[in-house]
């Protein structure tokens, strides 16, 4: 009689805190399972969002490839093409510069060669 006396007071002391303990895991696994679909909805979103950004990314490039890099390399072309004549026309300027100056100084000399004949002859006039 005292085994089954012993076996129900253990009986009415862990029965209640199996039941509480089944309880407690049965909250827990609800709340993992909604738990795991936050998670999934977070990662379906994620996803969608990481492939926008990628689509637009590829959208981006494909802007880049087909539209601006044949005009930045034209305006390199056309970069190139000024550098090319303003260095030939800098040469143009500078030998044009060169031919008249030699010019201008020969004709200077001239001139002054004349000048002074004319005021040699001018004083030998008036001296005579």
Known sequence: ???WEEQDRINKELIPRVLK?????TQHVEHHQAASDVIAA?????????????????LNQDHINKELIPKVLKLHELFTQHVEQHQTASDVIAAF??????????????ASA????AILSLTLTLLS
């Open 1 to 3: 009689v005292r085994f």
């Open 21 to 25: 303990l089944h309880e407690l895991f």
């Open 42 to 58: 977070f990662e379906a979103k994620i996803t969608e969002k990481v492939n926008s950004w990628e689509e637009q990314d590829r």
């Open 97 to 110: 510069e060169a031919r008249y100056v030699r010019r201008l100084k020969l004709m200077l000399t001239i």
């Open 114 to 117: 004349a000048l002074g004949a």
